[in-house]
Nanobody, 120 residues
Framework: QVPVVESGGGLVQAGGSLRLSCAPSGRDFVSYAMGWFRQAPGKERELVAA????????YYGDSVKRRFTISRDKANNTAYLQMNDLKPEDTAVYYCAGEINPYTREYAYWGQGTQVTVSS
């Protein structure tokens, strides 16, 4: 069984919004932070946003600042990514993962991803 399951993707027009969810499957795992990544055709996998489990500190990639918001629900260990003002360049498969080394920024516990498609 995959460690997390992403949901909430879909097809939207430019300027629209989506909220992605990252829910744990089975028992929870230990990680320092939860991160949202994306990978578009012909591009490398990109860290979109991350949130620390310790203090809630957040990180955002330059391309999504002021548009995306990452959050975490401690009660159910679910991470969210609120995406506003979506652009065609946001089109990608979005993945959720857990950070297992805060110094090297190594991630594991990957989900299978959810497709986000933004039309112009």
């Amino acid at each position: 069984q995959v460690p997390v399951v992403e949901s909430g993707g879909g097809l939207v027009q430019a300027g629209g919004s989506l909220r992605l969810s990252c829910a744990p499957s089975g028992r929870d795992f230990v990680s320092y932070a939860m991160g949202w990544f994306r990978q578009a055709p012909g591009k490398e996998r990109e860290l979109v946003a991350a949130i620390s489990r310790k203090d809630g500190t957040t990180y955002y990639g330059d391309s999504v600042k002021r548009r995306f918001t990452i959050s975490r629900d401690k009660a159910n260990n679910t991470a969210y990514l609120q995406m506003n003002d979506l652009k065609p360049e946001d089109t990608a498969v979005y993945y959720c993962a857990g950070e297992i080394n805060p110094y090297t920024r190594e991630y594991a516990y990957w989900g299978q991803g959810t497709q986000v498609t933004v039309s112009s």
